[in-house]
């Protein structure tokens, strides 16, 4: 507690700290609020709101945390806790607290072996005292073959095969289970399962991977790969592009595509930026060619497109007509209408 740390693009958090300087800092905390969007950190204070006592740790915007990494940028921190004390070592502190709790069948067979017990042991009673009144005596001897009459009932009523049933039952579960890819490491829980009526999930890391992907595109494939790579502050490296998420996502697309970035770059540097701005929607970036100078830009299909005079297709450069730009939008509602983030890309030429 104390230190100073240096975190920069690509660098995991290795504590939890307070931020004295951030350089356009970017930090993704997934594994701290299930949120793939990285956040964008700064060193002012934060105020509290009125009738609040703490601020929520997805607001705590000042500071960074343990398990988290850094996207984008880069600044300084002091650690202000470490170890258990961090807010990921709560989480591991309660999760180590947490009891193993009885799964419903193991509850109901509980309740069936104290209820057979009882069940039983009377029984076991009354065909005792039974027998010695039907008897009329009460000799050693008829006092012994009755108890062990009585005994053999006890024994006889335990249900010896109920817990292998119970075992056979529950594996032809896991066999049918792991027939729809679903791995049960526990006989019990395939049971559970099958009791349960509402299932809550985190959706990072459960239901995602956290990691953004180009599943659909359209257009000529090159032009599309190039301009979303160069217009793009991503990095590509050997394991993959590091960068905000979504830039990532297109970086390793164009390398798909077998246009890596920096060969993109050694061809086209960049000479001029306008980075993305929430009233334009969009990023340009300017590269230098050898026959002048060509503008990239990305953004809102529906902005991009309101800017835009011609299309390429099939290695022709078109007129934009009203038709066509219909068509363009057509194709945006019909990825947005399947929950995907939908980009559009576009060029300009200029002489040298």
């Known amino acids: 507690v104390g230190d100073l740390v240096i975190p920069e693009a690509g660098d995991a958090i290795p504590a939890d700290g307070r931020i004295l300087t951030s350089a356009s800092m970017k930090i993704e905390e997934a594994a701290l609020t299930g949120e793939s969007v990285p956040v964008s950190k700064f060193i002012d204070i934060i105020n509290l709101a009125p009738d609040t006592k703490d601020v929520p740790l ?17 600044g300084t921190a002091v650690i202000t806790a470490t170890g258990m004390d961090t807010e990921m070592g709560k989480i591991a502190g309660v999760l180590a607290q947490t009891e193993q709790e009885q799964t419903p069948l193991q509850r109901k067979l509980n309740e069936l072996g104290k209820t ?9 009673v009354f065909i005792f005292i039974f027998d010695l009144v039907v008897a009329g005596e009460f000799t050693l001897d008829t006092v012994l073959s009755t108890f062990m009459v009585a005994v053999s ?3 006889a009523a335990i249900p010896e095969g109920l817990a292998t049933v119970v075992t056979v039952v529950l594996s032809i579960g896991v066999t049918n289970m792991s027939k729809q890819h679903a791995v049960i490491r526990r006989l019990t829980a395939v049971e559970t399962l099958g009791c349960t009526q509402v299932i809550c999930s985190d959706k990072t ?11 659909e595109h359209t257009g000529p494939t090159e032009l599309l790969a190039t301009a979303m790579a160069l217009c793009n502050d991503a990095a590509l490296e ?11 996502a297109l970086v390793n697309f164009a390398a798909a595509q077998g246009l890596k970035k920096p060969v993109l770059e050694s061809r086209q540097p960049r000479c001029g930026e306008a980075p993305f701005d929430s009233g334009r929607k969009m990023m340009s970036t300017i590269h230098r060619t050898d026959n002048g100078f060509i503008q990239y830009t990305k953004g809102a299909p529906d902005e991009v497109l309101r800017r835009c005079t ?4 099939s290695g022709q450069i078109l007129p934009l007509t009203e038709e066509k730009r219909t068509a363009i939008l057509a194709e945006n509602k019909a990825m947005a209408d399947k929950a995907l983030r939908v980009l559009a890309a576009a060029e300009r030429l200029y002489d040298a």
């Open 310 to 313: 011609s299309y390429t297709e």
């Open 205 to 215: 890391g459960t239901l995602t991977q956290n990691k953004m992907t180009v599943v």
């Open 58 to 74: 997805g607001d705590r915007k000042n500071m960074v945390y343990m398990g988290s990494t850094v996207v984008y940028g880069r």
């Open 116 to 124: 057979m017990s009882k069940l039983v042991l009377g029984i076991c």
């Open 238 to 248: 050997e394991n993959g592009a590091i960068g905000e998420p979504t830039e990532a």
């Open 153 to 155: 009932l006890a024994v």
